[in-house]
């Protein structure tokens, strides 16, 4: 059989090895069987070529007959049955806060391929009225951020002032992922923060950007990370949009 080449345009492709299997190629590095849904399609010289954009980031394929022409695929739908929960909220970002922003960078870009950073900026939280439990925010950071798998990769160097993400460092010196964010649109911010007091969690840290409020809450305790809450305005969605689709 021929050498397998994935398609940049994010294809996900199914071959059968003649083992009685099916693999499972997609462009977007993931292959594990959890499986909710069935879709059908044509085998051609033993692969089925399935369009990426119909499928969510997990594809499996079953055990098949190989006497007939056609095959059954059962696609992972898993991405598009997780609906919003009460919250309203959607899984957007994943940070890493490090201490050499370039050489963070660097390596995922070279080593898993996740590229198409935007340029290092120097952000200013007294610039966006920052707060820092509480109090107003002078910390400044390296920021920058890139769109890859469904998600928004973002990378955190501190610089100076107080801040969740300096915390963070002094006490992670080698870093790590910091936080984990979800979206919403910003009318039901307030909703979102109410519950998360309720349940105990006072937001910690806050930042007002033309695209988004955005506030954090230390849920270290039951998940290891910081939860960040983005309320997206208008402005936002639109940005979301373009940088998504790039």
Known sequence: MEKLILDPTRTCYYENEGTGYNTCYSAC????????????????RNRLVIPHDTIPLTLAVMLTTQQKKYVTVKINY???????????LSPSQIAWVVKDVE????????????????????????????TYYGQPADAENLVTMTYSGGTFIEIIQPVSGKSIFKDYLDKNPTGGIQHIAYSTPIANLDKVISEFENKGHNVVSSFDTPIAKIVFFDTREEIGVFTEIMGITKEGEKAVQRTSSN
């Open 78 to 88: 898993m991405d598009q049955k997780n609906k919003k929960g009460i919250l309203g």
């Open 29 to 44: 590095g993931f292959s594990f069987p959890a499986c909710t849904a069935v879709s059908a399609g044509r085998a051609d």
């Open 103 to 130: 050489k963070s960078k660097t390596f995922f870009q070279e080593m898993v391929g996740v590229k198409n950073f935007m340029p290092t900026d120097t952000t200013r939280l007294q610039d966006y009225d920052g």
